[in-house]
Nanobody
């Protein structure tokens, strides 16, 4: 059974930092591309960043230079370091991966709120 569990969200002032974690089980973590998505109220879910099994990264233009995605294959965990946070970063952040049969797996989400 595949499980993705996010943690690390919270309330922070603009300019502050948060580190999100996504612990996984039930997958051969080291070969899977892992992604972080976010969804603000009334908005569509959007890709924030992803990282391949080989460590190649991709970022949305809105977060490039402020956010860093990384992974620890020994811990089957992916991270999102968020710096210089802005009120527009407020959203529920979701961990995501695609299985070997192209099924989508999502975590339950963690709320990030940035106050101005």
């Amino acid at each position: 059974q595949v499980q993705l569990m996010e943690s690390g969200g919270g309330l922070v002032q603009a300019g502050g930092s948060l580190r999100l974690s996504c612990a996984t089980s039930g997958i051969i973590f080291r070969i899977f591309t892992m992604g972080w998505y976010r969804q603000a109220p009334g908005e569509q879910r959007e890709l924030v960043a992803d990282i391949t099994g080989g460590g190649s990264t991709n970022y949305a233009d809105s977060v490039r230079g402020r956010f860093t995605i990384s992974r620890d294959n020994a811990k089957s965990t992916v991270y999102l370091q968020m710096n210089s946070l802005k009120p527009e970063d407020t959203a529920v952040y979701y961990c995501h991966t695609v299985g070997t049969a192209f099924q989508n797996y999502w975590g339950q989400g963690t709320q990030v709120t940035v106050s101005s």
